[in-house]
Nanobody
Framework: VQLQASGGGLVQPGGSLRLSCAAS????????MRWYRQIPGIGRELVAT???????TYADFVQGRFTISRDDAKNTGYLQMNSLKPEDTAKYYC?????????????????WGQGTLVTVSS
């Protein structure tokens, strides 16, 4: 199972970006999908979570500006980021856990995507 994150880039303050996180492999089920970000000198922090049932939670610093969603038919999660601020500049990582098929049956996974860089600057 692999996660591929994409959608990062350079955007002006107040702008928007949409990040994607596509899972591939013999996936049976994805439970939680999460987005984290890492700012140099601060460490990795949780940005948003979406459960298999669609329940979402957000860090206070993105509440009302970011929206996490998922398309289970595509095994893909999204992070819509609006009203971006310079302090949102970071490398964004997705994480997913769930079940996948092996030759000997179902097994659990918990994996990270490779990260995508978001830079908010004028």
């Amino acid at each position: 199972v692999q996660l591929q994150a994409s959608g990062g880039g350079l955007v002006q303050p107040g702008g928007s970006l949409r990040l994607s996180c596509a899972a591939s492999g013999s996936i049976s089920r994805i439970n939680d999908m999460r987005w984290y970000r890492q700012i140099p000198g601060i460490g990795r922090e949780l940005v948003a979570t979406i459960t298999s049932g669609g329940t979402t939670t957000y860090a206070d610093f993105v509440q009302g500006r970011f929206t996490i969603s998922r398309d289970d038919a595509k095994n893909t999660g999204y992070l819509q980021m609006n009203s971006l601020k310079p302090e949102d500049t970071a490398k964004y990582y997705c994480f997913a856990d769930g079940l996948y098929w092996r030759s000997d049956g179902l097994s659990g996974f918990g994996i990270w995507g490779q990260g995508t860089l978001v830079t908010v600057s004028s």
